[in-house]
């Protein structure tokens, strides 16, 4: 019998609380979408993803949308080109462990290319754009948006 989406997103969650408990988790719209805030740049690194299985019927958790907040800013900063490089490394580390038949996987443990941290990804791609402020030296905290499809 396959997971529902809610035991999913509830599985997730404690994943996420495992990392920080102070990871603010909100699971909205009918148990179709898990909001987790107040990630902060060293618990992004270690954030840990429930391994997408066909034993989960038809879900498919996959990550709709990222936000940036910028020195405890209420306002999200738009950071252009964030969200399909964080999905791409996502969806890599969950093949991989789905591959090794790994239940969770961690993305970020290892950074991304070159072993960058999230806090430098942002800083590059905040640099290539005039339309985004300068984040050298600012701290970031991240918001997730996960769907299980």
Known sequence: MPFGKSTILSIQESLFKKVNPNIIINIINNDTLLVAANITEDDFKNLIFVTNNPSFGNSYMYLSNI??????????????????????QIGQSDCTAYIDAKRTNQPFINGFQNGISIGQLVNELANLSVNTPDTYGKSKKFTLYIDPL
């Open 67 to 88: 936000e940036v907040f910028l020195d405890n800013n209420l306002e999200q900063t738009e950071i252009y080109g964030l969200l399909p490089i964080v999905s791409q």
